[in-house]
Structure formats: C-alpha cells, structure tokens
C-alpha cells in the first residue's frame, strides 16, 4: 500500500494534463492508463484533504471509471451514478479538473453529479438506490424513440440495500430491456454493509472457487444427454438445480438479469474487458465489481467509515485539521444512553447512519436494542411503528434530508395510528456543502400538517436533552396529551 506522494512528477503530471476529456482516454495504453489512476488517486487526496468530502468512495472508484469512460461513448452513452458522492473521478476526466479546488463550495464543483454542471452527468443523484430506476426509464425511452446508446447504472452494496433498487431491479429484469448495472462491492456502506443482500455478495466473493469451476460446470452440463421432451426437461431441471447449488449468481438470474463477475474491479484490463461483454448483451445484466474503499490510501484503507465523508486532513497522519466540536448528534446519542439505561424498552433504529446520527456508542452498549436496517428510512420507520404498536419505544434519528422518503410510512404507519415513535430529525435546516439534495428544508413543514404528531425543535444541547426525556415519557403521562403550545423541533 503507498502513501501518496506529495510532489508529482513532471512526467506524471503530463499525462493527466492531457487527460480531461474522456476520448484522450480511450487512446491510452493499459500500462498508461495504470499511471492515470495513480495520478488521479493522488490528486484526489491532495483536494480531498483541503476542500473535505467523500474521500474513501471515490479512491475505489478510480479504475472503474477509467474503465467506464474507455468503454463507453459518453455523454452519448449514459452512466448513472447511485448516491453520486463517488464522481470525482469522473468530474476529473470529464473536463472539470481545474475547478476541483472548489468542490462543495459556493459557485464550486458540486459534491455530486449535477446535469447543469456538465452534459457527462446525466442524471442528478444524492439520495441513495435511486440508479437502477433513473437507467431503466432511459432505457425504455431510448427503445420507444428508437435510439441507440447504452445504459449503465453504477450501484454500490450499500446502495443495493435499499428498497427502490430492490424494486427497480425486479422491474428490470422482467422488462428485459437492454440495461447495465455495475454492481460496485465493497462491503461497506458507510459502515460496514449489513443484511440479507450483504450476506448474499460476501457468499458470491467466498465461492469464486465455484466461479473458477463454472467454466467447467457448464461443459459438464452442456452434455447432458436430451433424449425426449422427459429428459430434455429433467435436464434442465438438474442443470438449474446443480448450478445453483454451484453458482450463487442465481439471485440475479432469477430475477431475470444476466450476472457477470465478480472481477477486480482494480485491474482495469479485466475491468474493460467483463464490460466489453456486458455491452453485448441484449438483454439487462449486473457486472461484478469486487473494490476496495479507500485504495491506496492507507489511513482510508483502515478506517473506510471515517473516510467515507472528511473534513480537512493532515495528508501525512490522516487526522483532521479541526477537531471536531460537540454537535447535537453526539449529545443525542449520549441522552439517549442515559435513558435507555433507566427503560429497557427504549431502542434505536438507524438507517446505514449509526455514526452520522450519534447511535454508534449505543450500538456498542446496548447491541441487541440496536437495529440497523441498511439504506431503508421506510422500512425503518414501518418497523418502528410494529415495535411501538408492540410496547418497545422506538427512537429513529434520520437525516432531515432522507426523512422525506418515508413520509408516507410517517403518516400512513405512525401518525394515523397514533403510536408513540421518537422521529428524530439530524441536519435539519442548509447543510451547505452537500448542496441541494441533502438540503433539510421540508421536514417543519411536512411535520407541522401531520396529525398525532408533537413537534419539538431545541433550540441548545439542554433544551435536547429535556425534550428527549420528555418524548420517552410522553405516553406515560397521558396517551394523549399534546402540549398546548405545540413547539418545533430541530434537532
Ligand atoms: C436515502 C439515503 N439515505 C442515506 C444516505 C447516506 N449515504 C450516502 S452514501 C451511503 C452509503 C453508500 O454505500 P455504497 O452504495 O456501498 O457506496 P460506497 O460509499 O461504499 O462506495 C449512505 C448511507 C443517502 N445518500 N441517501
């Protein structure tokens, strides 16, 4: 693993020079492009450490990226990037090198794809598993207006985790249209990736012993004899049945996508050449992409989840410039302890958020009251209103920002019901530097129309504190008592 370097050879330097347009790409050699990603992944560090942002995602990105663009015709081709906070590669060979210095500020380069900020981003994104829908409308336009041009949504196992590309993919598959979806596996979200999918791609990466044999498999399989239609569908059945108990891929074959992978997604040759096949395809496929986060950078490499999203850091020891000051996320988590301690039916949800939102000390003390349940704000709050409905008093911090997906889930789950679930809103109000999509503008006045719901907004750490008490106790009191003066919380 190497430590950046600081000063950049002038030869080095040349090549990226030359590189901001994704044609000069293509024109490279192998070896060539290798000194590029170098070259990128060092220059990412070094921005990345002054202006803060998502470091980690997009030094396991860099190869793919090259990749992408060397593969494929963009703009003309369209490549959709889930979350969007691993672009900065792709800003970089798409002609936005120079303005990187001012990434997430004012009048700056955006933190995440933005259509008015280049033709290369082709669809705005920022909150999660939103890719695979984005790339199978336009896929379904370009089929209807009888276009040409490939499709490719760019998904991590995080991403995967949540509900829309879970719905998106069993759309997909059944339309048979020509999509494809690069399936980026890193095992983390922002913390390490939890749940049923996670556990399923950690079994696809454990038996790539299978993946080396299926070569051979399939020679066997293909012999089976096929005398009469008896036979010749028994075969088929023993064929299905064999390869899946040999080939964990079927998840996505049964859902009707071709599965190719998984490869390195570090070695851009192997990388080329699995999409070279994809683009073949006819019909949706998902390539496997096995990466690392934060690549090449050893203090990413460690700690992926505080590298995930930086402040501004010494390069050397990765430690931030700033230390970071008592937030309200922080003196959340801690109340929240100290009233768990006294009432075993508190419990905490988190949605992939556990540090952002303050939970992590609670997921260490109280493990088995702690339930993360992946990038799934609906579920999560569905969930909550079972366990409340249940006697548990469910307390579940979400960003303002991704609150506003499950809306529905807090009126149609929660609220009509009137069931007593602590909703706890982090980063309400501008968040600044993630810019639009992450903004936390709506959640008062969604909040404030919603029946059976007592809105609070602290206004310091204390008045936090005593509001959180005050939820927790809110039934106990009276299962109906609203306070004359409903008060706003921001928290
Ligand atoms: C709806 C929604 N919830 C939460 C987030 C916060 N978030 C941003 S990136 C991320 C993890 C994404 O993991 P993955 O897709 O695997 O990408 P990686 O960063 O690992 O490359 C999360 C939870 C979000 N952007 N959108």
Redesign the pocket.
Known sequence: MKQPIQETSEKRQKLLDKINQTDKIKTLTEKQKEQLAEEIREEIIHTVSKTGGHLA?NL?VVELTIALHSVFDTPKDKIIW??G??TYVHKIVTGRREKMPTLRQLHGIAGFPKAKESEYDCFDT????TSISAALGMARARDLQQKDYHVVAV?????LT?GMALEALDDAGNSKTRLIVVL?D?E???SK?VGGISRFLTRIRTKRFYKKSNNFIRKILEYIPKFGPFVIQLARKVKYSLKQLMLPNMFFEDLGFKYLGPVDGHDIERVEWILNLAKKEKEPVVVHMITK?GKGYEPAEKNPDQF?ATSSFDIITGEPIKKKAKDYSQVFGEALIELAKENKKIVAIT???ADGTGLSKFKQIFPSRFFDVG?A?QHALTMAAGMAKEGLIPVVPIYSS?YQ?AFDQVIHDICLQNLPVIMCVDRAGIVGQDGETHQGIFDLSFFSMIPNLTVMAPKDFQELEAMLSFAVNLRKTSSHSIPKRRRRRKV
Do not use: P, T
Request: proline share 0%; no cysteine; hydrophobic share 30%.
């Open positions: 995602s396991g889930d979350v906070h691993q920022g909150h999660s598993s998904i991590g196992d995080g991403a949540g980026n890193n983390m979200s922002i990736n986060k995930h949605a992939a958020m990038i704000e991704f997906r």
